[in-house]
């Protein structure tokens, strides 16, 4: 087999190629990124075995997957993860980085990490840009509310810019300076409103529901745009061995410093996908909706604050999601947990 590793970079990538049968450098060059430049470089390799291709996953990796799917094996690799095995090495450049992975390579150690499909990849990218266009709409109407404080007025999220707000807002003898502010705000809000229909547009002829969503639509608070982020944040759930490790991959768990026998945890790890995280958190400001969830809320609210109840609850649906996909079975209410009573009926589902 011939092993590349490929460090990219935005202007130029590094390749390091190596015939794992004979032991001979085929490749140790710096070319352009660009799609024909390394196609070119790649060519000595062709036509003497299986290739494969390893490179670190980031932004546009997903491009460079697909340009270079035809040629053999493409595997995109966790950079936090390949840092582990490379230790605090102070020898860094782009061979070596190249050429560990082609070390990393022939011993079949790639940490592998998950790029899906291009459909996958464009559908995710479309529904991120929605909760951009919403946290834009968000911040305007925090500012609205503020000019509405400047003369004593304190106004409720969702009545900043309706349509009765629109005309408050016109009869409201405001200052020349707030009466500009406010003009531009509530223009720009009706701009952004429109994208957000085009967007949603969209994703209703890109996102086909099916059974995963259907899924998660069932958990409480996430109503069906949180179960398409959910699905496409997760892509394949079947790569999770567990509800666990899904928590993990959202960065829903605690860090840890174990030594010697000795323990401790702190604050969550925040890696993986944020915005996973974020609906997980939005999901959760809703656990009211579920009597369930709501007992778990309280109890850990009353041990712990309000704060890491909230983020207790988002990694327990998180975890109760992975097992309604396992077991195939929508979610259903149950009692609150009771004190003697096992734990585990609070984290998932039975399985049938």
């Not at 266009?133 to 911040?139: D, H, K, M, S």
Request: charged content about 30%; aromatic content about 6%.
């Amino acid at each position: 087999m011939i092993h590349v590793g490929i460090d990219l970079h935005q202007k130029s990538s590094y390749l390091y190629a190596m015939d794992d049968t004979t032991g001979e450098l085929l490749l140790n060059e710096e070319v352009p990124s660009e799609r024909q430049a390394l196609l070119d470089c790649l060519e000595p390799c062709r036509g003497r075995g299986d290739l494969r291709l390893v490179l670190e996953a980031c932004g546009f990796a997903g491009y460079w997957s697909d340009v270079l799917d035809p040629l053999g094996e493409v595997v995109a690799v966790h950079p936090k993860h390949v840092k582990g095995f490379q230790g605090k090495d102070k020898k860094k450049n782009d061979r070596r980085d190249a050429q560990f992975l082609v070390d990393l390579s022939r011993l079949n150690r790639l940490p592998r990490a998950y790029l899906g499909t291009t459909a996958e990849r464009d559908l995710k990218d479309l529904l991120r840009y929605r909760v951009g266009l919403v946290r834009i709409q968000t911040r305007l109407r925090v500012r609205l509310r503020n000019v509405a404080q400047r003369y004593g007025t304190v106004l409720a999220a969702s009545d900043v810019d309706s349509a009765k707000a629109r005309r408050l807002w016109a009869e409201w003898e405001l200052r020349d300076p707030h009466r500009l502010i406010v003009d531009q705000l509530l223009e720009v809000l009706a701009e952004v409103g429109n994208r957000v229909a085009v967007v949603e547009e969209q994703l209703g002829k890109r996102a086909v529901k099916n059974r995963t969503v259907d899924l998660l639509d069932t958990l409480p608070g996430v109503g069906l745009f949180g179960a398409l982020l959910i699905a496409a944040e997760i892509g394949d759930w079947q790569r999770f061995h567990s509800g666990e490790a899904l928590a993990c991959f959202a960065g829903l768990v605690p860090s840890e410093e174990s030594s010697g026998g000795r323990t401790q945890r702190g604050r969550i790890t925040k890696e993986g996908s944020s915005y996973l995280r974020w609906m997980m958190g939005q999901a959760a400001l809703h656990a009211d909706q579920s009597p369930r969830l709501a007992a778990f809320h309280a109890r850990v609210r009353e041990r712990r604050g309000a704060m890491k109840a909230r983020v207790a609850v988002a990694r327990e649906m998180l975890v109760i999601a992975w097992h309604l996909l396992r077991t195939d079975t929508p979610y259903e209410e149950r009692p609150p947990w009771q004190p003697g009573k096992s734990s585990g009926q609070l984290a998932s589902p039975q399985t049938p």
